[in-house]
């Protein structure tokens, strides 16, 4: 199952993962919200899902992960550094549940530029 992600004038078309946090997810699509910006990570709030940490979780992400923020029920996209990042990695703040890869994994290289509060949509694709 794919989803896209539009940001302005950004499209990043993902493929949802095999496990129960993209099962949940998918569930709750589409969805509309105002970003957050931390370094280099966008993250946005969803409604509660009662997820909790699948054994894969992790803070390390690669480019192209989409991953969910148990803590702060939120959607998180890495495309760069963060303030927690130790050289050039992705880290978020926490463990998190990896749910869905882009398939263009240098489209999110684009987030750079959006700013605080740019809305998101996420939608299923047929």
């Known amino acids: 199952m794919k989803i896209e992600i539009k940001i302005l004038d950004i ?9 129960l946090t993209a099962d949940k997810i998918a569930l709750i699509l589409p ?15 969803v409604e509660s899902i009662n997820l909790e940490l699948e054994d894969d979780a992790k803070d390390v992400m690669e480019l192209g992960e989409i991953a969910f923020w148990i803590q702060g029920n939120s959607i998180a996209i890495g495309f760069g550094v963060t303030p927690v990042s ?41």
Do not use: H, M
């Open 11 to 19: 499209n990043i078309i993902c493929i949802l993962r095999d496990n």
């Open 31 to 45: 969805l509309k919200s105002n970003i957050s910006v931390w370094g280099d990570e966008i993250y946005f709030p």
């Open 86 to 126: 130790v050289g050039d990695e992705i880290r978020l703040i926490n463990d998190a549940n990896v749910w869905a890869d882009a398939v263009d994994s240098k489209q999110l290289l684009k987030l750079k530029n959006i700013s605080q509060n740019t809305q998101i949509e996420i939608s299923l694709l047929n």
